[in-house]
Nanobody, 115 residues
Framework: QVRLVESGGGLVQAGGSLRLSCAVS????????VGWYRQPPAKPRDLVAT???????DYGDFAKGRFTISRDNAKNTVYLQMNSLRPEDTAVYYC?????????WGQGTQVTVSS
């Protein structure tokens, strides 16, 4: 069973930065594809960023140039660095891991950006 625990969310002013972390356990982290999704209030869940097991990354259009996904295979942790935050980035951010058999989700962490 893969377990994901997010941290690092909170309240930040527009233009500020946050770094989310997701600690992954229960699988060989280096073999996992990992990523972040977000769900704004009353809106569907959107892809933020993904990282394959080999480190190839992809981003949602809104994240390009502002957000950076990275992974530390030694710490079994995936990060999301978010810069130049906007009020519309307010959402619950979810960490996800894919072992090619099943997709696992974290419990989510709230990010609120004030104007």
């Amino acid at each position: 069973q893969v377990r994901l625990v997010e941290s690092g969310g909170g309240l930040v002013q527009a233009g500020g930065s946050l770094r989310l972390s997701c600690a992954v356990s229960g699988s060989i982290f280096s073999t996992l594809a990992v990523g972040w999704y977000r769900q704004p209030p009353a809106k569907p869940r959107d892809l933020v960023a993904t990282s394959t097991y080999s480190g190839n990354t992809d981003y949602g259009d809104f994240a390009k140039g502002r957000f950076t996904i990275s992974r530390d295979n030694a710490k079994n942790t995936v990060y999301l660095q978010m810069n130049s935050l906007r009020p519309e980035d307010t959402a619950v951010y979810y960490c996800v891991a894919d072992n090619k058999v099943q997709v696992y989700w974290g419990q989510g962490t709230q990010v609120t950006v004030s104007s």
